[in-house]
């Protein structure tokens, strides 16, 4: 099975500031990381991912970091902008099952 | 990009009635699609797994008779909440896998309400 979970359900940080939001996985199985962004209202929106072979991987001021020894995975988010202020979920896939497991979700206020 | 649309965007039923939800990949096509529900301030969790010209997978906990999937195409997936009840209020969110990536793309969602 999997279980996924985010170590901070809220987070606030001042604009112009670096956001790290964390999220832990337990199956060593799993290949396939992402990242969402949810505005209220709104279905999750695509930010970045990163499989298992790879320990980071940048976006445009997004960062994912996976360290599979630990089960752990990040998302940095450079001089956060209040636009950025959302609930940011993880979501894990096996390979080959294609079904996503969320995390609880954490909701990122930005202070302007 | 790759859009998803549903509709409608939210709607209010009163108990005992049924609604169907439509999901739509508008620029591409996808053999596989997936129903969400979410409940506020909660996670996603995944219903059901749709796959086009086939029966849908449940995820444990999920009565198939009531929620009704049909992927009759390879753009659309249909949900039916048959005989709402207030509990069954919530926002439902449908995927779509664009093969060959592994990537899906989300719907706007649909916010159910059951008086």
């Known amino acids: 099975g999997e279980s996924v979970g985010l170590h901070l359900p809220t987070l606030s940080v001042q604009e112009g500031d670096n956001s790290i939001i964390n999220c832990a996985y337990s199956n060593s199985a799993s290949d396939y990381f992402i990242w969402y962004k949810q505005e209220s209202g709104k279905g999750p929106q695509f930010i970045i991912d990163i499989r298992s072979n790879m320990d980071k991987r940048q976006g445009q001021r997004v960062t994912v970091l996976l360290n599979k020894t630990v089960k752990h995975l990040s998302l940095q988010i450079a001089a956060t902008q209040p636009g950025d202020s959302a609930v940011y979920f993880c979501?894990?896939?096996?390979?080959?099952?294609?079904?996503?497991?969320f995390g609880t979700g954490t909701r990122l206020t930005v202070i302007p | 990009g790759a859009v998803v649309s549903q509709h409608p965007s939210w709607v209010i039923c009163k108990s005992g009635t049924s609604v169907k939800i439509e999901c739509r990949s508008l620029d591409f096509q996808a053999t596989t699609m997936f129903w969400y529900r979410q409940f506020p301030k909660q996670s996603l969790m995944l219903m059901a797994t749709?796959?086009?010209?086939?029966?849908?997978?449940?995820e444990q906990g999920v009565e198939k008779d009531k929620f009704l999937i049909n992927h009759a195409s390879l753009t659309l997936s249909t949900l039916t909440v048959t005989s709402a009840h207030p509990e069954d209020s919530s926002f439902y969110i449908c995927?779509?896998?664009?093969?060959?990536?592994?990537?899906?793309?989300f719907g706007p969602g649909t916010r159910l309400t059951v008086t």
């Open positions: 995927s779509a896998h664009r093969t060959p990536t592994y990537e899906q793309y």
């Open positions: 749709s796959n086009e010209g086939s029966k849908a997978t449940y």
């Open positions: 979501a894990v896939d096996q390979t080959g099952a294609n079904n996503l497991f």
